[in-house]
């Protein structure tokens, strides 16, 4: 987002990373805007965690531990706001931050964000296109040994990172792992689909 981030708990954290991760989301905003609904007869008013925006949808997100997600007052509001939001043009989720904890994707996360930053360069970026259109996959191991040195791991990172290359973020981050194009047509250096 290019600007300092507030959070007010680890598990908002933790979904800051991820979504700065995921090559989908186009932008996202932290405590964006207040909701006024009538529930139950009365009025309320409810301020939403995250405002996340992918390429095709805007989502508000609740971050909350499953047992406070359970509760019925918050039950009540979200099948609300699920239910009416969709005529605005937003869809409504609550986020359990249990399941944004989740050690191995979110370690895959930090590794990117923290070393997947570096500029790729076109000769680089066209090896790479080559080697995984013609594969169709490739391990990191095979794709770094082939290389012979000029293409760097954090590279790889950095077409991860910004959505030319698949990998199962679920699975913790290995040699062995499996990098997939993410467009039939090959690398577009945007990570726009």
Known sequence: MKRMIQW??????????????????RAFHEQPCEIRFILNGERRRHYPDI?????CAKEFWEIKPKAEAQKDKVVE?????????PDLGY???????EDLARSDRLRN?????????????????????QVVTSCGSVSM????????????REHLYSLILCGD???????PFSDDMLLSPRFLHGLNGKGVS
């Open 91 to 97: 869809q409504y989720r609550v986020v359990h931050g």
């Open 141 to 152: 191991k095979k794709m770094l040994d082939a290389s012979q040195g000029f293409l760097k």
């Open 109 to 129: 996360v930090k590794l990117l964000l923290s070393q997947g930053r570096a500029e790729v360069p076109g000769a680089i970026r066209e090896y790479i296109r």
């Open 8 to 25: 007010e708990s680890i598990h908002e954290l933790n979904a800051f990373r991820i979504l700065d991760a995921n090559p989908e989301v």
């Open 51 to 55: 405002l996340v925006e992918t390429y």
């Open 165 to 171: 290359l698949n990998v199962n973020i679920e699975q």
């Open 77 to 85: 509001r979200s099948k609300l706001l699920t239910q009416t939001l």
